[in-house]
């Protein structure tokens, strides 16, 4: 589902998962100091997922959809065990907004001034896709964008290739989807998968097995 979240509408920036949680009910000890929990503290706090002590007043967790550039945010939804539940909720939320922020005659200009790449075709595309007044005069400043990201080219003879750069990358993402929380003594760590690597493989490089051994894995989670 990540794949299918639109870019920021005030910044362009990334969608982020947030999770958090929020006190329900106020059964604790004769006393306790609630505040400290959220009650009367504000609304949630992203990353707020500590495990509460038995004595703490009962929460409920929460997931939303969120910019890590701007903060821009999406409401809270709860959920009981599956975060992705919640975040199936927010994902149609996140796309609903739309309001991006009108492109000026004088943001298109500075771009011109700069050295445009191939690796800019986004960002020009974009700025076009929120232009929506003055064409006739825009118009012509858009082409030369284009003309520019038609002539750039990019060299990757004297770098490192970019292929096993991209199938490593994507190794990470599988691991990194498939790792799990562990709680051990209120304190939570991240627990990466175990690979098994079958006896077939021990002839191969050490890079190449692991290499194989992720790529068996089962695909991550859309979440």
């Known amino acids: 589902m990540y794949e299918q979240l639109y870019p920021c509408d005030h910044c362009g920036g990334r969608a982020t998962v947030g999770l958090s949680q929020r006190v329900v009910a106020e059964i604790g000890q004769a006393g306790f100091d609630y505040g400290q929990f ?4 504000g609304p949630p706090r992203i990353g707020d997922t500590l495990r509460r002590p038995p004595y703490a007043p009962q929460t409920e967790r929460l997931a939303c959809i969120y910019c890590a550039d701007c903060g821009m945010s999406t409401p809270w939804f709860p959920y009981a065990e599956r975060e992705a539940d919640a975040l199936k909720q927010a994902a149609p939320v996140w796309n609903r907004r739309l309001n991006r922020p009108k492109v000026t005659e004088g943001d298109l200009r ?4 700069k050295e ?8 020009v595309i974009d ?6 007044e003055d064409w006739e005069t825009r118009g012509p400043l858009f082409k030369i964008l284009a003309q520019r990201l038609v002539d750039a080219s990019v060299s990757t003879i004297d770098s490192w290739p970019i292929d096993p750069v991209l ?3 994507a190794r990470y993402r599988k691991l990194v989807q498939l790792v799990k929380w562990l709680d051990v003594d209120g304190n939570r760590y991240i627990q990466f998968p ?5 006896e077939e493989h021990a002839d191969l490089m050490f ?8 790529d068996s894995m089962p695909d991550r989670d859309r979440w």
């Open 38 to 41: 959220g009650r009367h503290a």
């Open 110 to 113: 500075d771009l011109i001034e």
């Open 116 to 123: 445009l790449g191939a690796c800019d075709a986004q960002m």
């Open 127 to 132: 700025m076009l896709s929120r232009n929506d």
């Open 167 to 169: 199938r490593d990358a």
């Open 194 to 198: 175990t690979i098994p690597t079958p």
């Open 207 to 214: 890079e190449n097995r692991i290499s194989v051994a992720i």
